[in-house]
């Protein structure tokens, strides 16, 4: 089978990269990725593969083999672009990859059902919205998306410093995220009689300092810091009563992103009234670390050695950046997971509006997430040997 299967890459590489021209092309802001739902909806009637969409939101389902059949692996790609500034104009800008992730999916799909593979159990993939607003993954938990996965497998180009172009990694090694809004609000007076005003700028300022100030276990990788500030107006003899700011905290471990938060956010309510100021604080995101499983990497890496060979088999990179793909095995303890580091030779980095990778890694990808999708589901076709 896999020799069938190097065969079927081979033969298209040229789709799969028209296929992600495509997807570039129609980029998109998270929950409006109308377009791209629309693009993969019509290949997959193409392909004859079954699907489902959200009469509420954007988002594909897509799935092959038969309904109760058990068990249920899925394939997940995220579908959001970024909202940037390239080229000195602001447009969504596929900037971190998802336009490769789905191309990559969905020709994985393409690959099981046209090598004939006989599905024992389910395939499922999920072209998810809004990843970069860490509610995607949350949102499709609570619709029940994941209820009867057994597995799931994801992908994410890595840039040229974390894993060799044309090597893929069993995993990555995310880190976890929170972050926070806060205002801060005191009470107005002249510049010239301070006493008689509470200066919110004091309030930042010890805000800050204590942030700074939060000592952590320098064995697991963490950070924490005040990422904006606003304050005051136009005029400077005014005490200002009013004050924004943001946080963003990073940590290796999910325990260690429990510890961080409660202990940040106690230096700030301390810190912060120390002048009698008063603070109110906002979650607005909060990304889980990944949650290794050995076995899914075992499966993956023999996939990776099986299509790419043993010298293309990279270690997970570690990195503190986020995904909430890791949403899923935390909201479903015992959902197997793993996603995939794809070496692509990608650079500047992710998230830059100049992101640039070699497009024919694709079929790297789509050979590792359709050998992995076999090895955990399929059988060759009876007419094979």
């Not at 290949?43 to 109760?68: N, P, Q, W």
């Not at 471990?253 to 009234?273: D, F, G, K, P, S």
Request: aromatic fraction near 4%.
């Amino acid at each position: 089978m896999i020799d069938q299967l190097k065969q079927w890459i081979e033969a298209n590489r040229e789709k799969m990269e028209a296929t992600y021209h495509d997807l570039h092309a129609l980029a998109e802001v998270s929950w409006q990725e109308h377009r791209s739902t629309a693009y993969l909806c019509r290949e997959l009637e193409a392909m004859g593969v079954a699907y489902e969409t959200f009469s509420d939101s954007t988002g594909v389902i897509a799935y092959a083999g038969e309904a109760e059949a058990t068990p249920v692996v899925g394939l997940r790609a995220d579908m959001d672009a970024l909202w940037q500034l390239v080229d000195g104009k602001w447009q969504a800008n596929h900037s971190c990859g998802h336009d490769a992730h789905m191309t990559m999916a969905l020709h994985a799909l393409r690959c099981v059902k046209e090598l004939g593979v006989e599905l024992q159990g389910r395939l499922k993939v999920i072209f998810q919205p809004a990843e970069e607003t860490g509610e995607g993954a949350r949102a499709l938990v609570q619709r029940g998306v994941i209820d009867d996965l057994d597995h799931l497998i994801g992908i994410h180009v890595r840039p040229y410093f974390e894993v060799p172009s044309g090597s893929a990694a069993p995993a990555i090694r995310h880190g976890a995220i929170a972050q926070v809004r806060g205002k801060l609000k005191g009470e107005q007076a002249h510049a010239a009689r301070p006493n008689l005003g509470t200066n919110v700028v004091d309030a930042l300022s010890l805000l800050i300092t204590a942030v700074n100030a939060v000592k952590v276990d320098p064995t697991t990788p963490m950070s924490a810091k005040v990422t904006m500030v606003k304050a005051g107006g136009d005029n400077l003899n005014i005490i200002p009563d009013e004050a924004q700011f943001g946080l963003d905290l990073r940590a290796q471990t999910n325990e260690a992103m429990e510890w961080l938060l409660a202990r940040v956010l106690q230096a700030i309510e301390a810190a912060a009234t120390a002048n009698g100021a008063v603070v109110e604080l906002e979650p607005v995101m909060q990304l889980h670390a990944a949650v290794p499983n050995r076995e899914m990497e075992q499966l993956v890496a023999s996939a990776i050695v099986e299509t790419l060979g043993e010298e293309k088999l990279a270690p997970a990179p570690v990195t503190p950046g986020g995904e909430d793909f890791h949403c899923y095995a935390v909201e479903k303890p015992g959902l197997a997971t793993t996603m995939i580091g794809l070496g692509t030779g990608l650079s500047p980095g992710l998230h830059h509006p100049q992101m640039r990778f070699d497009l024919g890694t694709l079929a790297n990808g789509v050979a590792v997430m359709a050998a992995s999708a076999i090895k955990l589901l399929g059988h060759a076709p009876k007419n094979n040997s």
